[in-house]
C-alpha cells in the first residue's frame, strides 16, 4: 500500500491535530492524578481522546499506581499490552473498576 502525497498544509494540520490530541490526554492524565477525575468517569467517556489511550497510561496516571503495579494488574485481569481504552470489553471495564475503586 502506498503512502498518500500530503501537501505541506495537509502534513501541518496533521501534525496540528496530533498536537491537540496529545494535550488532551495530557490533561485527562493530569486530572486523573489530582483526584478531580476518576477512572470510572473516564471509562464512561466514548471520544476518541479517552479511546485512543493506552490502558497502561490510564492506569499509572492513577495516584499510587506505578509502571509495575500497572503491569501486574493488567496481566491479572487478561488485558493485553498494547490495549487501548477503545479496546476493552465490559467485563475488562467492570474488572479494572473493581481492582481500582475510586477513592470516597
Not at 488532551?24 to 471520544?47: C, E, H, M, N, P
Amino acid at each position: 500500500m502506498a503512502l498518500p502525497n500530503l501537501t505541506n498544509a495537509d502534513r501541518d494540520a496533521a501534525r496540528q491535530k496530533a498536537i491537540l490530541a496529545r494535550q488532551a490526554r495530557s490533561a485527562v492524565r493530569a486530572s486523573l492524578k489530582a483526584g478531580t477525575l476518576t477512572l470510572a468517569q473516564v471509562l464512561i467517556r466514548s471520544d476518541t481522546v479517552v479511546g485512543r489511550m493506552p490502558v497502561r497510561q490510564l492506569l499509572t496516571a492513577l495516584p499510587g499506581i506505578g509502571q509495575v503495579r500497572a503491569t501486574r494488574s493488567m496481566n491479572a485481569l487478561g488485558i493485553p499490552e498494547g490495549r487501548r481504552v477503545q479496546g476493552l470489553g465490559p467485563t475488562q471495564r467492570s474488572k479494572l473498576l473493581q481492582e481500582f475503586p475510586s477513592p470516597m
